[in-house]
């Protein structure tokens, strides 16, 4: 498991960065000034293979208990959402370049298609692990963070809108830090209210790319698809909290 940990994350590091250098070809960026995102890749993928190291034991079936020797197809999927992270963010960078601007809602809906398919990979193939429900977790989250940030910062998607998703995000932390604390942790899984947001600010980022081509008249639109988005991300909040309130009542009686 080892080698294959190491050797995947390199190859998806060398993808990335061959990937990146091609699209700052089609653009005439130089590749001298593609050193931060490459730096970022660097990073990116070393902090990853520590990570993925250090939980190796965590690479098991869930229903066998076998360890892999090698890392599933499911788990490659998951592992290539977050190996993307910061090619997402330099296409992001540059909404202002034709040809990237017409690549970025097809880039974002295939990276986007990936958290589908990994979970449907994993049941239809039997192949669920614990390291993959992390995993899960770890790439929605880079990826949606990074999004939001460069959403914010280009104007694509009104203040609140972001200020509610990382709201979201901290709620969540908080819980979980608390009950880590108090030696009560809450088991790290997805639930059907946290894939029903995820997917839904998802389904509305890659709707405000397509935004950009259309003429204002579908402004009133996309507006009332942002606050439907928005209903959808705070009702999340209730079920995260029921969540969180019986943990501590199931962990009180133990």
């Known amino acids: 498991m080892r080698k294959s940990i190491i ?31 490459i730096l970022f890749i660097a990073v990116l993928h070393g902090g990853l293979t520590a990570f993925l190291l250090r939980l190796r034991h965590y690479f098991t079936d869930q229903v066998t208990g076998l360890p892999l020797e090698r890392i599933n197809l499911a788990n490659l999927v998951t592992l290539l959402r977050i190996s993307c992270v910061p090619l997402v963010a330099f296409v992001l960078r540059r909404t202002d370049a034709s040809s990237i601007k017409a690549l970025l809602p097809i880039i974002l809906a295939l990276v986007f298609l990936t958290d589908s398919f990994d979970g449907q990979i994993a049941r239809r193939l039997h192949q669920m692990t614990k390291i993959g429900q992390m995993l899960d977790s770890i790439s929605d989250y880079s990826l949606l963070g990074v999004i939001s940030i460069a959403f914010f910062r280009n104007q694509i998607v009104p203040p609140w809108f972001i200020v509610l998703i990382f709201a979201r995000l901290l709620f ?48 009133t639109l996309f507006t009332m698809i942002e606050y439907l988005a928005a209903a959808v991300i705070f009702l999340s909040f209730f079920e995260k909290a029921f ?12």
């Not at 604390?181 to 397509?210: D, F, H, N, Q």
């Not at 309130?245 to 133990?254: D, E, M, N, V």
């Open 7 to 37: 050797a995947t994350v390199l190859w998806y590091a060398l993808v990335q960065i061959a990937l990146l250098v091609i699209l700052a070809r089609l653009e005439g960026v130089p590749v001298r000034d593609l050193g931060s995102f």
């Open 172 to 219: 969540q932390a908080l819980g979980m830090l608390l009950f880590l604390i108090l030696r009560r942790p809450v088991e790290t899984k997805s639930t059907w209210g946290g894939k029903i947001a995820v997917a839904t600010i998802m389904s509305l980022y890659v709707a405000e790319m397509i935004r950009m081509y259309l003429p204002a008249r579908f402004e």
């Open 243 to 254: 969540i969180f309130a019986r943990h501590g009542k199931a962990t009180k009686l133990r």
